[in-house]
Nanobody, 125 residues
């Protein structure tokens, strides 16, 4: 059973940056495409970014293109989300998800096999 644990969330001022990590265990990390999602109170989960199993292809939702960067280190079984130029509307719980044999293009959380508990990101104005 794959387990995912996020870290790196916190409180930051608008315009600031945060770097999130997602540590995986219990499976072969390179078998899984990874995605980052967020969920704000009262809203549905929203796809942010995805990365292929080898890390050679990345995908982003339009609101974060140019601000967020997804990456992975298969040797360390860890995925990352670098978030720059943060805005108050980026405030949410961010969580990572793993899709076995996926491509990184999947934007619906239901298409992923595993997800973490999430880490809170709060951006103050």
């Amino acid at each position: 059973q794959v387990q995912l644990v996020e870290s790196g969330g916190g409180l930051v001022q608008a315009g600031g940056s945060l770097s999130l990590s997602c540590a995986a265990s219990g499976g072969t990390f390179s078998f899984y495409a990874m995605g980052w999602f967020r969920q704000a109170p009262g809203k549905e989960s929203e796809f942010m970014a995805g990365i292929s199993r080898a890390g050679d292809s990345t995908y982003y939702t339009d609101p974060v293109k140019g601000r967020f960067t997804i990456s992975r280190d298969n040797a360390k079984s860890t995925a990352f989300l670098q978030m720059n130029s943060l805005k108050p509307e980026d405030t949410a719980v961010y969580y990572c998800a793993a899709q076995r044999w996926g491509t990184g293009r999947s934007t619906r959380i239901s298409e992923y096999n595993h997800r973490g508990q999430g880490t809170q990101v709060t951006v103050s104005s």
